[in-house]
């Protein structure tokens, strides 16, 4: 008896110049990365082996909106998981 009404709130895409720029983002460094969904987290992964710079991307800080998401980023150094599905959770982790 209830009116359902799907409503994509985001999707994730890889943008045309994704790879050039984590490319450099990735040989520059940075300190964590947030994944905020599965989808996201494989294709983050799946850029950096088609860079070739698994290693790299792999190396700083991931932090993972959930467990189902982490599963995602096999290979991390130093994988955490938001103690709640929210971008406060995810920052809490830093």
């Known amino acids: 008896g209830h009116r359902v009404t799907p409503w994509t709130l985001y999707d994730t895409r890889e943008s045309p110049d994704a790879l050039a720029r984590l490319s450099q983002v990735w040989r520059d460094g940075v300190d964590a990365v947030l994944h905020f969904s599965p989808r996201s987290a494989a294709l983050y992964v799946a850029l950096a082996d088609r860079a070739g710079l698994r290693e790299a991307a792999l190396a700083p800080i991931q932090i993972a909106i959930s467990p189902r ?19 406060e959770g995810l920052l809490s982790r830093l």
């Open 69 to 87: 998401t982490a599963q995602n980023i096999v290979g991390a150094a130093d994988l955490r998981i938001a103690p709640t599905p929210d971008f």
